[in-house]
């Protein structure tokens, strides 16, 4: 498997399920009013007891740095000038892969 197979088939689904996890996280933050105990368990044995940050503080941050990474994937970065602004690279190869396979997805 080539290097770029390898990122559409295996690397970009990995990190659009982070996205999702970011978002189910997020939403359990915004309907709490408190963190919620807690509990880990691996073959019916409890490993892990603690508060239900332990999942979603790591799951929001770990999801955003996955969202970043999809964003450049797409030939969208921050300018390094200017954090507000965005720098869009116009000669993505990606980017253009991703759009003839969508044409092609809608064409069939």
């Not at 490993?47 to 969202?67: D, P, R, Y």
């Not at 969208?76 to 990606?94: C, E, H, P, Q, Y």
Request: proline content about 3%; aromatic content about 8%.
């Amino acid at each position: 498997m080539d290097e770029r197979q390898k990122l559409i088939e295996k690397i970009m689904p990995y990190r659009m399920r982070s996205a999702s996890i970011l978002n189910l996280a997020l939403r359990y933050v915004i309907e709490w009013d408190n963190p919620k105990p807690m509990e880990i368990f691996f073959e019916g044995k409890l490993c892990v007891e603690g508060l239900s940050t332990g999942f979603t503080n790591s799951a929001i941050e770990v999801g955003i740095v996955h969202c970043r990474s999809i964003l450049e994937f797409l030939g969208i970065k921050g300018d390094s000038s200017n954090l507000s602004k965005l720098a869009v690279r116009t000669k993505n190869f990606m980017l253009r892969v991703l759009c003839m396979a969508q044409l092609l997805i809608t064409a069939v």
